[in-house]
């Protein structure tokens, strides 16, 4: 370490409060709401970027606040209502605070333009969300030119920014954020010349697919992969690849948005040492949003890749009220104990992971399955070893979209027994 750096070790304040937040979006704004409601007195969270709100603030588009305030508004209302709720409540909210890792004596290690320093806390939330896999991480080869979008990079300089994104579209995806950038750029007067999946069918509400369909005339590519982008300095054509044979095929535009495939933004709960679930890639939690180290949980999708924004919010509500009630009672559960819930092939995570107490229901009462397959009227079944504990038909399964599974027989666990297993009968 030089000089310069050990003087700004240094000169690092040391700043200490009941929790702290890092994240300023749904799922944070309502932890540390209802954090304070408990009657927490010190209660901060940490917003990387220039304002409060997280995604919602560069979505335009409405259907925002259904489940959690009971209205429909539109992203940046939504986003401000959760900031104005917090501050009102008496939260102390830094944004342009980044969070740059975690100090020997596990604080968190802060720089603003206010300059560095330490937040200790009683117990921290990571409440980090999740973001779009871009081109570089699903290895799109071709040259590197101008044009290439995630939804959210499309969404800030389309809304936030009000700048040009082109004049005719790819997008690559067909699930609820797919249809959500085609509004976008059409917003921006951007013809849509196609969506692009490698999967049979969307994966949206059936109403999404018709309206983009008659509306826009987008038509739905399913069964192909996009292999290639050419043009320079701006991209001119992508290359597509029909699964089912091998054809290629090129479609002209000069704009492809790289949409859904989410991962979560999981830098600091690694650097924790959290245990992590090699499924969803976020910090393996149980009903409670505890982790594998006490005093740190974890809510929204940093946990489940991702749901929408007002189910954010209910989680981070949830976990914020057990945050409340552990600090009141800190002997109550070792951290990282409990039943391990596992998944069968047809499913790809189920978030929580572990149950801790069979006495703690999730948020909402239910947890999230993220199917791999499309099947309809399927049965699912919990098993704790030889014991059947539920068993139920669903209306579908969908890739990329939840499936709810009520926590009644969360009762019934053997908290001594072997692994919870949840499994589709096709």
């Known amino acids: 370490m030089n000089e310069r750096n050990e003087a700004a070790v240094g000169e690092r304040v040391r700043h200490e409060v009941d929790v702290v937040v890092v994240g300023a979006g749904p799922s944070g704004l309502a932890a540390a709401i209802a954090l304070r409601q408990a009657g927490v007195a010190r209660v901060e ?15 335009a588009h409405t259907g925002y606040g ?22 009102a409540a008496g939260v102390e909210l830094s944004t342009t605070a980044m969070v740059t890792g975690w100090s020997a004596d596990g604080g968190l290690e802060v720089s603003s333009p206010a300059g560095l320093r330490t937040v200790h806390a009683s117990a921290v939330l990571l409440a980090t ?56 750029l059409r917003h921006a007067g951007v013809e849509v010349v196609g969506l692009t999946t490698e999967l049979p069918q969307h994966q949206s509400y059936a109403v999404f697919n018709f309206a983009t369909r008659m509306l826009y005339k987008t038509p739905l590519l399913t069964g192909t992969r996009v292999v290639e982008l050419r043009g ?39 650097t924790a040492g959290l245990q992590m679930d090699p499924a969803t890639l976020g910090p393996t939690i149980d009903a409670t949003g505890s982790t594998s180290r006490p005093g740190i949980f974890a809510a929204g999708n940093l946990c489940h890749p991702v749901e929408t924004a007002d189910v954010a919010a209910l989680g981070g509500r949830h976990v914020g009220g057990v945050i409340a009630r552990w ?64 068993q ?21 666990v053997d908290p001594h027994g072997p692994a919870v297993r949840i499994e589709v009968l096709v």
């Open 129 to 184: 969300g999740a973001r779009e896999r871009g081109r570089a991480a699903r290895w799109v080869p071709g040259d590197r030119g101008e044009g290439v979008y995630t939804t959210g990079q499309l969404q800030q300089e389309v809304y936030l920014r009000g700048q040009q994104v082109g004049s005719r579209a790819l997008v690559v995806g067909a699930e609820h954020v797919s249809f959500s950038a085609v509004t976008t």
């Open 327 to 390: 600090l009141a009672d800190r002997s109550s559960q070792v951290a990282g104990a409990g039943v391990p819930i596992e998944v069968g092939e047809a499913l790809a995570w189920v978030s929580p992971q572990r149950i801790g107490s069979t006495a703690e229901l999730p948020a909402r009462g239910r947890l999230i399955l993220r199917p791999r397959v499309f099947a309809t009227l399927p049965w699912i079944r919990v098993n704790q070893g030889e014991r059947v504990l539920w």
């Open 45 to 59: 969270v940490l917003e990387r970027e220039s304002a409060a709100g997280g995604i919602p603030r560069h979505c």
């Open 66 to 87: 259904v489940r959690d305030l009971r209205r429909v508004m539109s992203g940046p209302r939504y986003a401000r209502h959760y900031a104005q709720a917090a501050r």
């Open 392 to 412: 139920r038909q669903v209306p579908k399964l969908i890739p990329s979209r939840p499936t709810l599974l009520p926590a009644t027989w969360l009762a019934r």
């Open 232 to 270: 320079r300095p701006r991209l001119t054509h992508a290359v597509l690849m029909r699964l089912s044979d091998g054809r290629q095929l090129t479609v002209p535009c000069d704009t492809i948005v790289f949409t859904g495939d989410w991962i979560p933004d999981h830098e600091l709960a690694r």
